[in-house]
């Protein structure tokens, strides 16, 4: 049966725990129809284009 043979340090501890907790921000890319930011492979928010077809009414904003 394999065991430590040393004790682990809190930091080393922490570091190992700590990957578990990475948040990455989203990919946004330039919208084709109206360069807006948005998510790829998903309806634009603001003009509702998916590659070149009008799929949803675009959002009125004020």
Same mark, same amino acid.
């Given at each position: 049966?394999?065991?430590?043979?040393?004790?682990?340090?809190?930091?080393? #501890?922490?570091?190992?725990?700590?990957? $578990?907790? @990475?948040?990455?921000?989203?990919?946004?890319?330039?919208?084709?129809?109206?360069?807006?930011?948005?998510?790829?492979? #998903?309806?634009?928010?603001?003009?509702? $284009?998916? @590659?070149?077809?009008?799929?949803?009414?675009?959002?009125?904003?004020?």
């Amino acid at each position: 049966m394999a065991v430590p043979k040393r004790r682990k340090s809190r930091s080393k #501890r922490d570091m190992r725990r700590a990957n $578990h907790d @990475k948040v990455t921000a989203p990919n946004l890319i330039a919208c084709p129809k109206c360069a807006e930011p948005c998510l790829p492979h #998903r309806v634009c928010p603001s003009c509702g $284009h998916y @590659k070149g077809v009008q799929v949803k009414a675009a959002s009125v904003a004020s």
